[in-house]
């Protein structure tokens, strides 16, 4: 037996299987209900988002033996035939390769005739926004004037490439990216019934990857089944959709919001030694802020998420907190620009890394500038100031020489040397992390690299005092 794959085994065959598609389904259905269904429709949206099987299950429903009807029998000639693709009266044009005016002449010629034996003749046109220009011409006279017993379809995956005078011709439905939610619930289901394990976090993660469209998760599915037979877990995933694991990319994560700088880069370095590409890096490790600021805002928003990534997510949510971890999210967002415009992606991409990993440093230092409340500093920057020289490895959060320093330091701090303090240290950061990624840092994953590593060093020399020299106080 061959193998047939998911996406057509499981292409739906009535209106209410179309995923994520509510108001589409509705619009159809109420207008096959009432009989007032119009000759030619739009439908547009993302690739793989149910477009042409919506197509078909119109051609069914107009020309099903039980039809006009909303529910299509699927038994009848007209509605297997369908199925098959081999109806006489449904024709399937992909404008993608038959782009010519010829192309189009040639289906004309067609419609003079009566459907063969259905009600309609139902013409469906894929990617129509690909016709010629003189196609789209000869197309208008037959769509303006249309026989009585045509129904066109016309999908596209790019509407704005398709000329007014075509738009206003058609009734117009936009189908919509599918949630991620409804993607993986479909997975699951498919895998419940044709007998295969697909791990909870293994289905999240092909309908995040699948990005709203439901085609693509099932290629991605059989891609899987492919190389992971009855048995998908994250080993697979990271296998065949070049992700890292999810372990990897939250550990890394943890490292930089904690401010462990070297830790991180060098994990972020073995990543992209191991072939990693920096541009998915960049996408994962935003993916893990967000859910992971999602866990800190209130774990019950995330509720699809797996067990084992909840497991792992969790304590990193409690540990920084949702103020930094959006600010943080935020930094991340800006860098994209950097990391598209770069010449090499992965400097860009530890760049990026290290403009990340100075939020604790900097929050810290508002912390100890008496900011306020919700600015305090987290765990995980208070026990990166434990880590600081000279007494590295000493006493608990709070009793470190960093804090022993802000409480005489900030209390002396007019409100503009504050933001002067914070800025230098931004600054000094940002030169810092242009500085180390051209430096070759890989290797650098000891700890007492971790504790000599340069966002350590700048907090120690901004609240050593060099600062000082940038205050604008000093002559009050
Ligand atoms: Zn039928």
Same mark, same amino acid.
């Given at each position: +037996?061959?193998?047939?794959?998911?996406? /057509?085994?499981? @292409?739906?065959?009535?209106?209410?299987?179309?995923?994520?598609?509510?108001?589409?389904?509705?619009?159809?259905?109420?207008?096959? @209900?009432?009989?007032?269904?119009?000759?030619?429709?739009?439908?547009?949206?993302?690739?793989?988002?149910?477009?042409?099987?919506?197509?078909?299950?119109?051609?069914?429903?107009?020309?099903?033996?039980?039809?006009?009807?909303?529910?299509?029998?699927?038994?009848?000639?007209?509605? /297997?035939?369908?199925?098959?693709?081999?109806?006489?009266?449904?024709?399937?044009?992909?404008?993608?390769?038959?782009?010519?005016?010829?192309?189009? &002449?040639?289906?004309?010629?067609?419609?003079?005739?009566?459907?063969?034996?259905?009600?309609? &003749?139902?013409?469906?046109?894929?990617?129509?926004?690909?016709?010629?220009?003189?196609?789209?011409?000869?197309?208008?006279?037959?769509?303006?004037?249309?026989?009585?017993?045509? #129904?066109?379809?016309?999908?596209?995956?790019?509407?704005?490439?398709?000329?007014?005078?075509?738009?206003?011709?058609?009734?117009?439905?936009?189908?919509?990216?599918?949630?991620?939610?409804?993607?993986?619930?479909?997975?699951?289901?498919?895998?419940?019934?044709?007998?295969?394990? !697909?791990?909870?976090?293994?289905?999240?993660?092909? $309908?995040? $990857?699948?990005?709203?469209?439901?085609?693509? $998760?099932?290629?991605?599915?059989?891609? *899987?089944?492919?190389?992971?037979?009855?048995?998908?877990?994250?080993?697979?995933?990271?296998?065949?959709?070049?992700?890292?694991?999810?372990?990897?990319?939250?550990?890394?994560?943890?490292?930089?919001?904690?401010?462990?700088?070297?830790?991180? !880069?060098?994990? #972020?370095?073995?990543?992209?030694?191991?072939?990693?590409?920096?541009?998915?890096?960049?996408? =994962?490790?935003?993916?893990? !802020?967000?859910?992971?600021?999602? *866990?800190?805002?209130?774990?019950?928003?995330?509720?699809?998420?797996?067990?084992?990534?909840?497991?792992?997510?969790?304590?990193?949510? %409690?540990?920084?907190?949702?103020?930094?971890?959006?600010? +943080?999210?935020?930094?991340?967002?800006?860098?994209?620009?950097?990391?598209?415009?770069?010449?090499?992606?992965?400097?860009?991409?530890?760049?990026?890394? *290290? /403009?990340?990993?100075?939020?604790? +440093?900097?929050?810290?230092?508002?912390?100890?500038?008496?900011?306020?409340?919700?600015?305090?500093?987290?765990?995980?920057?208070?026990?990166?100031?434990? =880590?600081m020289p000279p007494t590295a490895g000493g006493g608990?959060?709070?009793?470190g020489p960093?804090?022993?320093?802000?409480?005489?330091?900030?209390?002396?701090?007019?409100?503009?040397? =504050? @933001?002067?303090?914070?800025?230098?240290?931004?600054?000094?950061?940002? %030169?810092?992390?242009?500085?180390?990624?051209?430096?070759?840092?890989?290797?650098?994953?000891?700890? =007492?690299?971790? &504790?000599?590593?340069?966002?350590?060093?700048?907090?120690?020399?901004? *609240?050593?005092?060099?600062?000082?020299?940038? &205050?604008?106080?000093?002559?009050?």
């Amino acid at each position: +037996m061959t193998y047939q794959v998911l996406a /057509r085994t499981w @292409r739906p065959q009535r209106f209410d299987d179309l995923l994520g598609q509510e108001a589409v389904v509705q619009t159809l259905t109420n207008a096959l @209900r009432a009989g007032t269904f119009g000759h030619a429709y739009l439908f547009s949206g993302l690739r793989g988002v149910g477009k042409t099987t919506a197509a078909r299950l119109l051609a069914k429903a107009v020309n099903c033996s039980e039809g006009p009807t909303a529910e299509p029998c699927g038994e009848c000639a007209s509605c /297997r035939e369908i199925t098959d693709g081999s109806s006489l009266d449904v024709i399937e044009m992909d404008a993608a390769t038959h782009t010519g005016v010829d192309d189009v &002449r040639e289906l004309q010629e067609l419609l003079r005739y009566h459907p063969t034996r259905d009600r309609f &003749r139902v013409i469906i046109v894929d990617e129509v926004h690909m016709l010629s220009k003189s196609a789209f011409n000869a197309l208008l006279k037959t769509i303006e004037e249309p026989p009585p017993y045509i #129904l066109w379809i016309f999908a596209t995956t790019d509407r704005l490439k398709v000329p007014a005078t075509i738009l206003s011709r058609c009734q117009q439905l936009e189908f919509r990216p599918v949630g991620t939610e409804l993607i993986r619930g479909r997975l699951s289901e498919i895998a419940a019934a044709e007998g295969f394990t !697909l791990a909870p976090s293994a289905a999240a993660a092909i $309908a995040g $990857a699948a990005e709203g469209s439901v085609r693509d $998760a099932l290629s991605l599915l059989d891609q *899987l089944r492919a190389f992971a037979a009855d048995d998908i877990d994250d080993q697979a995933i990271a296998a065949v959709l070049g992700v890292p694991p999810m372990e990897a990319t939250a550990g890394l994560v943890d490292a930089l919001a904690s401010g462990r700088i070297a830790e991180g !880069l060098s994990m #972020l370095r073995n990543q992209l030694v191991g072939g990693q590409d920096a541009s998915v890096l960049y996408r =994962e490790i935003g993916r893990v !802020l967000r859910t992971t600021l999602y *866990l800190a805002v209130d774990p019950n928003l995330e509720s699809s998420l797996a067990d084992s990534h909840r497991t792992v997510l969790q304590p990193i949510a %409690d540990a920084h907190g949702a103020d930094p971890l959006s600010r +943080m999210l935020g930094v991340w967002l800006e860098q994209e620009r950097l990391l598209r415009e770069a010449g090499n992606r992965e400097l860009a991409l530890e760049v990026a890394s *290290l /403009r990340l990993a100075r939020w604790p +440093m900097v929050r810290t230092l508002e912390g100890w500038l008496g900011g306020s409340g919700d600015l305090a500093p987290t765990p995980g920057a208070a026990s990166g100031s434990a =880590e600081m020289p000279p007494t590295a490895g000493g006493g608990p959060p709070g009793t470190g020489p960093g804090s022993a320093q802000g409480g005489g330091g900030p209390a002396r701090a007019t409100r503009s040397s =504050e @933001r002067d303090l914070v800025g230098a240290a931004e600054n000094a950061v940002d %030169d810092m992390a242009a500085e180390a990624a051209a430096t070759d840092i890989k290797g650098a994953s000891q700890e =007492e690299e971790v &504790r000599s590593d340069p966002g350590v060093a700048l907090a120690t020399r901004v *609240l050593g005092g060099d600062v000082v020299a940038v &205050r604008p106080d000093g002559g009050d």
